[in-house]
């Protein structure tokens, strides 16, 4: 067997009769995942395509189902190929990042639309309930005052971004089921549209329940956002949690020297 094999040579060979020659070095499952991966890259599998069987591959290649096996473990933990229960083993779909800035207090649907990007929601919940402590102490709410949640699913196109858990006090969102788009755009029409907040951002890994809905392996990055926000009279009015795919976003902050020119200080 030879000990050279390029991207363009193993995107012909992918579906090929030719005989394959596997990437030299590591064990044979790594050296099996690396000619996927030269596969995907070189265009002879794309975004969405479905992958040989375990058993055709294993033929062709002249290895074990056991180190099919492995190999497209690996790949699936990584987030280049996506089981789906009954259909089998695909790549993944491109995703597009997306940048957002930490200085503007905008909503989801209008930073998504600055960018030129249609995205849409999947409601996941929409109710009133009896308030956790955490959301009486953070939206003050008073006694047998309700709490009113809304949690939606954020995708652009068929990408999973985000998932977004918005809790506010029942006098403030009385009727949850009538929020459409932009829960913003919705309490600016009452006059209760925030105008400034608090935002945490913490790296975590995915659980089963949120992985599955983002459409990424269990244990994947992701970025967990608390955002506290006010209205003008100091009150607060929202408590969001959200999940942000770690493959999907970053986020970017200006900085500024304290006492610079032009930022409120005086020149030395």
């Known amino acids: 067997m030879g000990q050279k094999n390029t991207v363009a040579e193993t995107a012909e060979t992918f579906f090929s009769d030719q005989p394959v020659i596997l990437p030299p070095g590591g064990p044979l499952y790594l050296q099996l995942k690396r000619w996927i991966e030269d596969a995907i890259a070189g265009g002879a599998i794309k975004p969405g395509d479905a992958l040989p069987s375990e058993r055709d591959l294993a033929i062709k290649v002249d290895v074990s189902r056991v180190t099919v096996r492995k190999a497209v473990a690996q790949l699936v933990h990584e987030g280049v190929l996506v089981q789906r229960h009954g259909s089998g083993t695909f790549v993944a779909p491109a995703t597009q990042r997306v940048e957002q800035s930490l200085s503007q207090l905008t909503s989801f649907t ?159």
């Open 110 to 268: 209008e930073d998504m639309a600055r960018r030129g990007m249609s995205v849409r929601a999947e409601w996941l919940d929409r109710g009133l309930y009896l308030p956790s402590p955490e959301e009486t102490v953070i939206l003050g709410l008073s006694p047998g005052e309700r709490a009113s949640r809304i949690a939606r699913l954020r995708l652009s196109g068929d990408v999973p971004l985000a998932v977004e858990r918005a809790s506010l006090s029942s006098a403030v969102l009385p009727k949850p089921e009538e929020v459409a788009d932009s829960l913003y755009k919705y309490l600016e029409t009452f006059g209760n549209r925030p105008i400034r907040a608090i935002q945490r951002i913490r790296a975590a890994n995915l659980g089963e329940d949120d992985a599955r809905l983002l459409q990424v392996p269990v244990g994947s990055a992701s970025l967990h956002i608390e955002r506290t926000s006010y209205l003008a009279s100091g009150r607060v009015i929202e408590f969001t949690r959200s999940i942000y795919r770690g493959d999907t976003y970053d986020f970017v902050a200006e900085l500024r020297l304290g006492d610079a020119p032009g930022n409120g200080g005086t020149k030395p």
